[in-house]
């Protein structure tokens, strides 16, 4: 059998700054490796700017973003959550952990997102929130999930795991609904090798 070269395709590549070592260093030297550091309020400073929301707050990941955005709507046994079919598991069970009820609604095929026009079908007298994931990094038709929220008094949590930097209309994703959250895992745009971040 003739010898095969392997070539590999990487999932994706980190951008590299070539000043790593020297935060890692910083840090160090400072005696804050972990959370509530110079460099926690460097960030929360940084996403506030760049998102253009009021609160930034970093978490370990976007799966504990995701349960804090539950919490934080006080989800409650029985209470309905609106998601698309098409999600990572994190962000059902974010609401699933709670007693919450997660109520797939199907995706459109051109974005693979939510499809907003079956959205208001799903809504009953138990619905407590529509969270709209922006896939890879494609925003959600926000404008139409948002008016459907005020229309039915529900609150808009975004799951833009894959959508930080990204926008739609000039805002950034994770900053149109009441909540966001996005994620900062190597696999995402903008890398810490973990960690997450949810907006207000």
């Not at 598991?89 to 997660?102: H, K, M, Q």
């Not at 199907?106 to 997102?113: A, E, F, G, K, S």
Request: with cysteine.
């Amino acid at each position: 059998m003739a010898h095969m070269v392997e070539h590999k395709i990487p999932f994706n590549r980190p951008y590299m700054t070539g000043q790593e070592l020297n935060y890692i260093a910083e840090a160090h030297s400072c005696g804050h490796l972990a959370g509530d550091g110079p460099f926690t309020y460097r960030c929360h400073a940084w996403l506030e700017q760049q998102t253009g929301c009021r609160k930034a707050l970093l978490t370990p990941s976007c799966t504990a973003a995701l349960e804090m955005m539950a919490l934080l709507l006080e989800i409650e046994e029985g209470d309905e959550v609106i998601l698309p079919s098409f999600t990572f598991v994190s962000t059902a069970n974010a609401f699933v952990l709670r007693g919450g009820v997660p109520v797939f609604v199907d995706i459109r095929p051109d974005t693979l997102n939510v499809d907003e026009t079956l959205i208001e079908a799903a809504i009953t007298p138990r619905t407590r929130a529509i969270v709209p994931v922006h896939y890879a990094g494609v925003a959600c038709e926000m404008d139409t999930i948002m008016s459907i929220a005020k229309r039915h008094k529900l609150a808009v949590v975004e799951d833009a795991a894959q959508g930080t930097m990204a926008y739609y209309r000039g805002r950034a994703l994770g900053s149109i609904g009441d909540l966001g959250a996005l994620s900062f895992h190597e696999t995402k745009n903008v890398i810490s090798g973990q960690g997450s971040g949810v907006v207000d």
